[in-house]
């Protein structure tokens, strides 16, 4: 089945031109992509997908049946170009989502379908092709479930560092967050579980700065008024990728349009160890760095109370909406309403050898020292209305890691924010956290080459 060939243009076929009823086709084409399915329990399809694209930039969906898949993967080479021969065309269901292209038809192997490498030299297949949507378009595709999208931005400034976190179905699931911008608009991305988990052994790298990320295939959605976009078993990423719409984008960096966007750099490296006194000296070069510090809390200050509702807005956009019960029991479980209840706001003061520090606390990180939701305190019977096992953070060391605000440089604001904690002086870098999260958990993931892989 891999024998090298040499044909001519005129002896094949393109997918642009596939239709039902033909069996006999011949295409020339690039394996762009494969991927499994899984069940909900996790394991993984013996049936496999492949994404083609053909020498006229046409690509075309392809299901490879299990009763074949072992004897047809070892096969086939990612980025390897073919000519594919006697496959059956077909109409997708209405019921089949998450497609990889906008098209009616896919194509499915059987037993009888050829396939043998062909020689590269004579012919001229692009190593990737996309179909991509302006940011700003992306809303009306967050409706519908029937079809993936390709996207390209630069990576704004934000922490591309892994999160472990508990899903809305009680599942632990690795998570990485940013935001990408074309200098008009930009859009939440959340990548899931194998797939993060690539995007942070990539950023290690040697990479040029501002990202430029592809997404492939990804699926947009809409989660609290906010639309983004996540991986599901297609996805695919591609980082500073050869292709002339990363260049054009390079291009257009240097227009008026992404000055308001803050731009993606390295900020890789972990972040350096700073005494309280070294912090509060800290210049114009630190403002949104992250430093760590080791301390020992002294006291919490109850100028102000220990809780905050987040998100009122909530309550105010429906507060003149009538419901009936199914629809408030629906939004109820779809939304999880305890993730807007209360939330910790800790101030504490902070201190090491070399003088004290007022830190704010935010609910991860309160949590995290405490070892319980805020919202279990609230019914807590205390003199002063300050739960007492708040108070079990008090006399103990932990090591933390702030960022550094304009406000703390330019405006000598004496209060820090905290990012992360861990207790104790002794740690490794970076600091494990786990958080909640309600977002929708991804399927699971699977990855077969080093720049993009497939989920």
Known sequence: MSTSAKITTTTYDSFKDLRTGKYDWRVPARILNLWRGHTKTGEPFKSFNLLLLDNKRSRIHAFVPGEIASAVEPCLEMGTVYLFKNFTVREYKKEDRFRCIHRTIQIVFS????????DETRVRIDKA???FYDIGDLKQLSQQTTYLTDVIGVVEE???YL????NRLGSMQTQMKFHLTDGRQSVK?????ELAELLDVTLKEDLEYPLIIIIGCGRVTEWQNTVQISNVAATTFYINYAHHSVTQMRKMLKQPEFAEYQKSFNRRSPPQLYTIEEIKNLGNDSIEAEVLCKVRIEQLTKEETWWDVPHPQIWKDYSNTYFTYYEIVSFMFKFELTLYMNRYKLLIVASDGTGTIDILLGNLPSQKCIGKKAQDFVNEDSEDCWPDSLKSIEKKDYTMKLVIKLENIKHKSPIYSAKDIIEGHNFEYPIKHCEQSYEEASGSTYHLDSMSETN
Do not use: G, P, S
């Not at 037993?111 to 062909?118: H, P, Y």
């Not at 999160?163 to 508990?166: F, I, L, S, T, W």
């Open 111 to 118: 037993r009888d379908t050829k396939f043998q490498e062909l």
């Open 129 to 131: 092709a996309f179909d």
């Open 158 to 160: 934000i922490e591309l």
């Open 163 to 166: 999160n472990n976190v508990r």
């Open 189 to 193: 991305v959340t990548l899931w579980d």
